[in-house]
């Protein structure tokens, strides 16, 4: 692939004292009391106590980047930053944190940028010469600033990122994070005031007193006393009924261009295969591409798939998928006893509660560690077209285009709490990155823009007179040999439906709604109806402040789901496994 240094997938951590305070020679070892000191006690302390503290807090989050730790403290400027990295591309010269040429602007950022050869262009031609050489795709941010400032980097960049910028000339700081949130982020103020902002929950509840998720799409630039994100990114289809009719050659050539800009890498790549259309279309996509610029026509591109011991539908799907397409196909099997092992860690890791996340990441972290195991550091999977395209089975009942549309912007607009949520922290928490070109922005803002009565599942681009989900997506690959036909035109399954099916599992985890839902839209009140209070707590107590981060939305959807009685029985029945098969209580 390309030669090209680009970014890395990572966890950060930044704190942000009042400028003005106070710095004196007092015991660095002061009011340690073994978990984070309120900050007003510590920043009394020399610079190198604020450097402790950063460190440990930041800690918490290493599994996201076990390569290499960099910080950057300064007492002067009240400020630290923390990246735990996780190498992708430039691996040598990419280490974080990033300063300017004269130290006075510094960057901490956890994604990759795709479309950092155009903003290194714009610093060429504003420098009049090529002579700028960035270190990474994510450097560039600090000369794209410099030269042009906060609002038209905004503007220009294209990527999965979430970083933070401070200027020591200004004393601004600039914090922002992609349209959808693919990568998380979080930010909090503790006793005294310090702003806080990390990668993760875990890195913040111990210190803040409230912590609150920035929002996708939105970015904050200005001094550290006032902390406000507001949006950057606010496109046409998000309020308005788009009225552009499909074209489906223009589909599948954005596709395939966000799939190429998902490629940049310098160390091993594969890609995910449920077997379903969405991952399917990646990797088929991401093996043409890499067979033509590798120049190897017999270019094999590593594929993983995940499923219960004994098999299923979906394992079938993949096989033939790899199959047809070539690759070096492995499959990872898992019981259901080893998946309820893993309950504890998948609630430490997504750092949630919420039923569907518990559900679906356990899958995704057996996956993500196996995948880890044989060297793989980068994953391509197809999360994010069923939000696109309106590919859910509840979508075929939209009453209306207008309603149909409205629908897909609400999900797309909460990935970051669902899909891109599990997806990312599943993987992380092996040290593995994972990428969604489905998610690409120019992407998203194409299939966005195309009006609802194409993307709704008619039989207007079908197949015969079946009324399919996605069916643009499926007529614009239609010709070309890209899947075999079965794996084109199958109908969605969710991952627990393809599993249970096998077996005739799936009846014995169907309850009737009634017997487990509480009122209101608390994740905690439905739980309790049916979870003796002492073992609920002890997941609980793994996610401090979830209340303030439920997915309600998430939850609405669910409500009229079949596969709602599966979902809670199983996360039931991993909190008893867990509570019968450990003594100790986090």
Known sequence: MSSCRSGDMCGILCIFTHHNSPNTEADPQANWNGTCPKFSDRFANSSESLRELAFRQSSKQRHRGPDQTGLIVSEKEGFALVQERLSVIGVKTGRQPFSSTKGTTHLVANGEIYNFAHLVSWVHKANGNESYKPRSDCDVLVAFYELFGADKLLQTVRGMFAFVLYDCNTRRLLVARDPVGIVPLYYGRDEAGALWIASELKCLVECCREVVVFPPGHAYYGARESFTPRPYFVAHWMTEIPTARADLQQLRRQLEAAVESHLQCEVPLGALLS???????????????LRRTSGN?????KTYSIGLVGGGPDLQYARTVAHHIGSDHTEIHFSIP??????????????????????CIIPVMLLARAIRSEGIRVILSGEGADELFGGYLYFH????????????VRRVCGLHLSDCLR?????????????????????LQYVMSIRPEDRAPTSTFNKGNVALEKGILRQAFAEGNYLPEQVLWRQKEQFSDGHLHRSGKLHVLQLNHGTFLGGGRNPEARLGRVVPQRVLERVLRLVPNQAQLAHGPWFQILLTSVALPTLVLLLLLGVVHAARTSTTVP
């Open 275 to 289: 077997g379903g259309l969405d991952s399917s279309l990646i990797a088929s996509i991401a093996t043409r591409i």
């Open 297 to 301: 026509s017999n270019y094999r591109l």
């Open 338 to 359: 080893e998946g309820l092992d893993l309950l504890r860690d998948a609630v430490y890791h997504a750092e949630t509660y919420d039923v569907t996340t518990i559900r």
């Open 397 to 408: 009942h939209a009453p209306n285009a207008a309603e149909f549309h409205r629908e897909t």
């Open 423 to 443: 997806a990312n922290k599943g993987c992380a928490a092996w040290g593995l990155e994972l990428r969604v070109p489905f998610l690409d922005t120019d992407f």
